[in-house]
């Protein structure tokens, strides 16, 4: 048997690294797992298989390697299991053991003979510390006993003297490395549900909401409103006024030109002049993101937008555009740059 | 975001060349006012580069509005872009029929509820306040009958900044043309 022994690993291996690229790659990983166990332990099949079979997913993530798999199963195949921190084993065995698979009961009662040798060799000559412990289970059939071994085996990886203990909690966090980005996107917390529907409700709640949020800075004075029916109403009032403003000042470019010949020198001059009060805006738009100065220099602006402008078309609108706004001042590029500086020193 | 100084640079031109273009002598001030109006929202819209679903409606629903103001916009597009606006047309008056129709059957299942007569509860208030308040944001931006939750907040967005700039220009042209003529 022990001659034998290195032909068995690879079979194993190969077995392992068959299954890694079929589809049932988690039975059969679980059912080699299962065997070595046995081996070792010579406790039945269905408890074994009952314990181990569920965690099918940590298994395939948990071995990267096939040389890792006679670590995992000469040590504690059914403890090996990447269910978090080492506390959660027995929590997760525990849990898992009440969903028999008959299936997978069946393949492993097939496959036995070959795989106790295994093993038990590899079991002996790896681990001689174990194997005190491993004889002492051997004794134990039930179910109850195979537990209380588990706890033993436990409490020793937990100490000390054991070296198994870091390679453990290595693969528990490479474990759960793997498996964090499935719940990366959409995570839910304790109490939430977690079916589709309601997951992919959450995520669209949180996009509206941050939507919600860039809306909240980009309109004045909606930052200290919350509740979603003020912001709302704050928006409607500010897209209100904005095309208010637009029709007041259509109306007042046409009472200014009779005609509505913009000529090109004019226009010329105009654009000159346009962006230098652009140079003196953009350096506190663009330097400066404090949302605070951008909001006080946005409310200095709507102030001069609202100047008043003796024409005599007024009457034609209504009064509400200025409810919110007061007029401050008469309109000169010279306060605006005032006001545009003393935004920025504030 | 985008920066607002080129976005102003491209407004203030494309409107120049609205006006240019709908520059003839107007008889009353409204009809001076409409003229400027709808030549300063096809610019703002068009400033855009039809990207936003707002600035697309705008200017489709400009141009089916009536026979004058199709005139007008005609006159503003320019040639260039008069395929767009007819091709527009038919997927509105669908849209139109389809919106009817799905009031229609509001409608019907409202009155069925409220005969059911179940007491609101604080968490439904707010949310009727809130889908109250969004259907009215719904008819304040171009085009926001089709959109979804998500959507209708983004075209939000865009159109706050692109009316801010409007404002600016808008304001910035007439107090040159106030001191041109003082």
């Given at each position: 048997?022990?001659?034998?022994?290195?032909?068995?690993?690879?079979w194993?291996?190969?077995?392992?690294?068959?299954?890694?690229?079929?589809?049932?790659?988690?039975?059969?990983r679980?059912q080699?797992?299962?065997?070595?166990?046995?081996?070792?332990?010579?406790?039945?099949?269905?408890?074994?298989?009952?314990?181990?079979?569920?965690?099918?997913?940590?298994?395939?993530?948990?071995?990267?390697?096939?040389?890792?798999?006679?670590?995992?199963?000469?040590?504690?195949?059914?403890?090996?299991?990447?269910?978090?921190?080492?506390?959660?084993m027995?929590?997760?065995?525990?849990?898992t053991?009440?969903?028999?698979?008959?299936?997978?009961?069946?393949l492993?009662?097939?496959?036995?003979?070959?795989?106790?040798?295994?093993?038990?060799?590899?079991f002996?000559?790896?681990?001689?510390d174990?194997?005190?412990?491993?004889?002492?289970a051997v004794?134990?059939?039930?179910?109850?006993?195979?537990?209380a071994?588990?706890e033993?085996?436990?409490?020793k990886?937990?100490?000390?003297?054991?070296?198994?203990?870091?390679?453990?909690k290595?693969?528990?966090s490479?474990?759960?490395?793997?498996?964090?980005?499935?719940?990366?996107?959409?995570?839910?917390?304790?109490?939430q549900?977690?079916?589709?529907?309601?997951?992919?409700?959450?995520?669209?709640?949180?996009?509206?909401?941050?939507?919600?949020?860039?809306?909240?800075?980009?309109?004045?004075?909606?930052n200290?409103?919350?509740?979603?029916?003020?912001?709302?109403?704050e928006?409607?009032?500010?897209?209100?006024?904005?095309?208010?403003?637009?029709?007041?000042?259509?109306?007042k470019?046409?009472?200014?030109?009779?005609?509505?010949?913009?000529?090109?020198d004019?226009?010329?001059?105009?654009?000159?002049?346009?962006?230098?009060?652009?140079?003196?805006?953009?350096?506190?738009?663009?330097?400066?993101?404090?949302?605070?100065q951008?909001?006080?220099?946005?409310?200095?602006?709507?102030?001069?937008?609202?100047?008043?402008?003796?024409?005599p078309?007024?009457?034609?609108?209504?009064?509400?555009?200025?409810?919110?706004i007061?007029?401050s001042?008469?309109?000169?590029?010279?306060?605006?740059?005032?006001?545009?500086?003393?935004g920025?020193?504030? | 975001?985008?920066?607002?100084?080129?976005?102003?640079?491209?407004?203030?031109?494309?409107?120049?060349?609205?006006l240019?273009?709908?520059?003839?002598?107007?008889?009353?001030?409204?009809?001076?006012?409409?003229?400027?109006?709808?030549?300063?929202?096809?610019?703002?819209?068009?400033?855009?580069?039809?990207t936003?679903?707002?600035?697309?409606?705008l200017?489709?629903s400009?141009?089916?509005?009536?026979?004058?103001?199709?005139?007008?916009?005609k006159?503003?597009?320019?040639?260039?872009?008069?395929?767009?606006?007819?091709?527009?047309?038919?997927?509105?008056?669908?849209?139109?029929?389809?919106?009817?129709?799905?009031?229609?059957?509001?409608?019907?299942?409202?009155?069925?509820?409220?005969?059911?007569?179940?007491?609101?509860?604080?968490?439904?208030?707010?949310?009727?306040l809130?889908?109250?308040?969004?259907?009215?944001?719904?008819?304040?931006?171009?085009?926001?009958?089709?959109?979804?939750?998500?959507?209708?907040?983004?075209e939000?967005?865009?159109?706050?900044?692109?009316?801010?700039?409007?404002?600016?220009?808008?304001?910035?042209?007439?107090t040159?043309?106030?001191?041109?003529?003082?």
């Open positions: 048997m022990n001659r034998a022994l290195p032909e068995m690993l690879q194993q291996q190969q077995q392992q690294q068959q299954s890694y690229f079929s589809e049932l790659s988690g039975v059969f679980s080699i797992s299962h065997l070595c166990f046995d081996g070792g332990f010579m406790s039945s099949d269905s408890v074994v298989t009952r314990e181990v079979k569920p965690d099918n997913n940590g298994l395939e993530t948990a071995w990267p390697e096939p040389g890792k798999l006679e670590m995992g199963s000469l040590g504690l195949g059914f403890e090996f299991e990447p269910c978090g921190p080492s506390y959660n027995n929590y997760a065995i525990s849990g053991s009440s969903c028999p698979p008959p299936a997978a009961a069946e492993v009662t097939g496959k036995m003979g070959s795989a106790v040798g295994t093993g038990n060799e590899s002996k000559k790896r681990k001689a174990k194997l005190q412990n491993s004889k002492a004794e134990d059939d039930s179910m109850k006993k195979i537990k071994y588990e033993d085996g436990e409490s990886i937990t100490g000390p003297s054991n070296s198994n203990k870091s390679k453990h290595k693969e528990n490479k474990a759960s490395e793997v498996q964090k980005p499935d719940y990366i996107h959409v995570r839910a917390r304790r109490g549900a977690t079916d589709s529907h309601s997951l992919a409700e959450r995520v669209r709640r949180e996009k509206i909401s941050e939507r919600m949020k860039y809306l909240q800075d980009l309109v004045p004075g909606c200290k409103i919350t509740g979603k029916a003020g912001m709302l109403d928006i409607i009032n500010y897209v209100q006024s904005l095309q208010r403003q637009v029709e007041f000042l259509s109306m470019l046409a009472a200014v030109n009779p005609r509505l010949d913009f000529n090109i004019n226009l010329f001059t105009k654009v000159e002049e346009f962006p230098a009060v652009q140079v003196v805006a953009n350096p506190i738009h663009y330097l400066h993101f404090n949302p605070a951008e909001v006080v220099s946005e409310t200095a602006l709507r102030r001069t937008i609202s100047a008043p402008v003796t024409i078309d007024t009457s034609f609108l209504d009064s509400s555009c200025f409810a919110q007061q007029p001042a008469t309109w000169d590029d010279v306060e605006l740059q005032n006001l545009y500086n003393a920025r020193f504030h | 975001m985008r920066p607002h100084s080129s976005l102003k640079q491209e407004f203030l031109k494309e409107w120049i060349k609205g240019q273009r709908c520059s003839f002598p107007k008889k009353s001030i409204l009809e001076r006012k409409k003229a400027i109006k709808l030549s300063a929202d096809i610019a703002m819209a068009s400033a855009r580069n039809g936003t679903c707002w600035s697309r409606a200017i489709s400009a141009a089916k509005d009536g026979s004058d103001n199709n005139h007008l916009v006159q503003i597009l320019g040639p260039e872009s008069d395929r767009p606006a007819v091709e527009n047309k038919a997927p509105a008056r669908q849209a139109s029929v389809c919106k009817k129709i799905l009031k229609r059957s509001c409608r019907i299942r409202r009155r069925g509820r409220r005969k059911c007569g179940a007491a609101a509860a604080p968490s439904s208030i707010a949310k009727h809130v889908k109250k308040r969004r259907q009215i944001l719904r008819s304040l931006i171009p085009g926001g009958e089709f959109m979804n939750e998500i959507c209708l907040i983004e939000t967005l865009d159109y706050i900044t692109s009316l801010r700039v409007q404002v600016d220009v808008m304001r910035s042209l007439a040159a043309s106030v001191r041109g003529t003082e």
